[in-house]
């Protein structure tokens, strides 16, 4: 048997159950996995409160590493004992083990522990996608970065200064934005109420070419205003609810900026794409440009704990699950 957590309905953190499910046997194409640590992520409370729409009972996760057990038949991407990791669609990465894409997976290299593995291949990829292809950023730019103390925030920032970037991060406390500091963020604003005039103050008016905003409903509005003319308007996420539908004459208004909503499904979609992106955030990893702060670790039967606290503002970098 494996244990996972499961949901049946949905709602709260109290809806996840720590569960026997059927021992999975690999397809054509797939390999199990036997995990040895699974990755938290925003996206993990969207599924579980229907947010993002999925079919019950479903097994959360999108993230973890663990060792190749087995492969179906066909598989070349990987094999029996390759150290592997991955962050994709489908959901079902709660579990002690489960069999998935092989495609979908990637080998870690020999530097790069589990824990880290798990930790950072869905917020990694993401900030390697929006610094090099959503907006590709420019040495001696200065960029904003919401949430900067976060998961994807902590690893956006360092990557951005590792390129030769500025960030201006947002945070909600003092204690963030000190994290935020400590990993590279220039200048840090707590709270929106002041950040357009700060941003003007430390842009010396020129305002930003690019924001990365994954608060979503809160910042939007407030995130335009920080753009310099021409800007682009990156939302990637809705930590606190979701933007909603916009006038797109308000972008003219605004000097006719860019606005994108981008995915890591479709950033990753073609193998070659995910490989490439795994492969630049082992090499930032590796060489100690990136830093993964692993800043909690539940036991993945306490992940209801672990909602609770990335929900509440609680968690600071990455946090990682232990089956
Ligand atoms: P974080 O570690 O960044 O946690 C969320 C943070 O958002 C909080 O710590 C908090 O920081 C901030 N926040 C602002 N308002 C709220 C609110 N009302 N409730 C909770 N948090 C709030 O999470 P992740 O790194 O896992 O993900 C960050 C965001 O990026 C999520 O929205 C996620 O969905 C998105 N994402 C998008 C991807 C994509 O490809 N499009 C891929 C990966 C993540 P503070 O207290 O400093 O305000």
């Known amino acids: 048997m494996t244990k996972a957590i499961r949901i049946h309905a949905h709602g709260g953190p109290e809806v996840m159950r720590w569960e026997d499910v059927p021992s999975p046997d690999p397809g054509p194409g797939e390999a199990l996995v036997r995990h040895a640590a699974i990755g938290l992520n925003f ?12 079919n019950l009972p479903a097994i959360l996760g999108m993230e973890a590493s663990g060792t190749v057990a087995a492969v179906g038949p066909g598989v070349t991407a990987v094999a029996v004992g390759d150290r592997v990791a991955y962050a994709t669609a489908p959901i ?18 020999d530097n790069i522990d589990f824990n880290t593995g798990a930790a950072m291949m869905l917020q990694g990829i993401t900030a390697q ?10 040495p001696g730019e200065t960029i904003l970065v919401h949430a900067a103390a976060g998961g994807v925030g902590l690893i956006l920032t360092q990557w951005a200064r590792h390129l030769g970037v500025s960030v201006i991060g947002v945070v909600s406390t003092p204690e963030k ?31 930003v070419p690019v924001v990365y905003d994954s608060v979503g409903k809160d910042t939007f509005m407030t995130s335009l205003d920080c753009l310099a003319p021409l800007g682009m308007m990156v939302s990637y996420g809705n ?62 039967q306490e992940a209801a704990q672990a909602h609770e606290a990335l929900e509440a503002r609680r968690t600071t970098g990455s946090t990682i699950l232990l089956p």
């Open 43 to 54: 996206i993990d409370v969207y599924f579980r409160t229907g947010f993002y729409k999925t």
């Open 92 to 109: 079902g990465a709660y579990a002690t083990e489960r069999v998935i894409n092989a495609e979908r997976l990637v080998r870690l290299p």
């Open 129 to 138: 996608y929006l610094l090099h292809r959503t907006y590709k950023v420019q």
């Open 177 to 207: 934005a000190e994290l935020a500091r400590a990993n590279g963020a220039d200048h840090v604003v707590v709270g929106y109420a002041d950040l357009v005039t700060e941003v003007r103050r430390f842009t010396g008016g020129a305002m």
């Open 239 to 300: 930590a606190s609810g979701p933007v909603g539908p916009i006038d797109v004459g308000l972008l003219g208004a605004k000097g006719s900026l860019y606005l994108t909503r981008p995915g890591l499904a479709t950033y990753t979609a073609k193998r070659a794409d995910l490989e490439r992106s795994a492969q630049d955030l082992f090499a930032v990893v590796g060489s100690g440009a990136v830093r993964i702060r692993v800043n909690q670790t539940f036991p993945l």
